[in-house]
């Protein structure tokens, strides 16, 4: 529907904001002010015939993570992938390098550690809902705007830690969507 269709009143519900039009009763934040943002070890592993899974960009498409056809690592090579941050439930995987900005959300207790190029986002504050808003136009549009490189795109980590998201106001609204 355009926008000429719509009621005085439903126009005032929306505000304009750095990021684009929004309700009037949601915000705008930062990644960093409501997450953590964990980079992956700059190097790559000897890999193993068995063991723990390491998600490389390759690995992280759109929706819940897949570890299936991962490479795998040994227990040691896992520790040291691990020591800032264990990847847990709830957490979003992003993509920094090559298909940069694509995300998975981590619905498995299965242990894992990060491969190079790739980062994880862990809130406190809603992952379900960062996982959406990160996955939305408003965001897109900025990760596309900040992407730097000629032959491999490269999504830095402070670009994803300056990512504006909007976020309800109300916590039943984030329920209502992360549903």
Known sequence: MGRWNLTAKQVQEFKETEIGKIPVDWEVKEVKEISKVI?????TPKYANDGYSMVRVTDIESGPLNLKNTL????EV??????NHKPRRNDVVIGRVGTYGITSYVDTDEQFCLGQ????IHS????????????S???????EARVVGS???TFSLQNIRELQIPI???STEISKITK
């Open 78 to 83: 896992y520790e040291e992938f691990t020591k």
């Open 137 to 143: 136009k408003l965001v897109k549009n900025q990760i």
């Open 124 to 135: 406190e504050f809603n992952n379900n809902f960062v996982y959406y808003a990160l996955n």
């Open 117 to 120: 190029n790739t980062a994880v």
């Open 168 to 170: 309800p106001t109300n």
């Open 39 to 43: 980079d992956s070890l700059h190097k």
């Open 72 to 75: 795998k690592v040994t227990k």
């Open 151 to 153: 032959t491999q795109k």
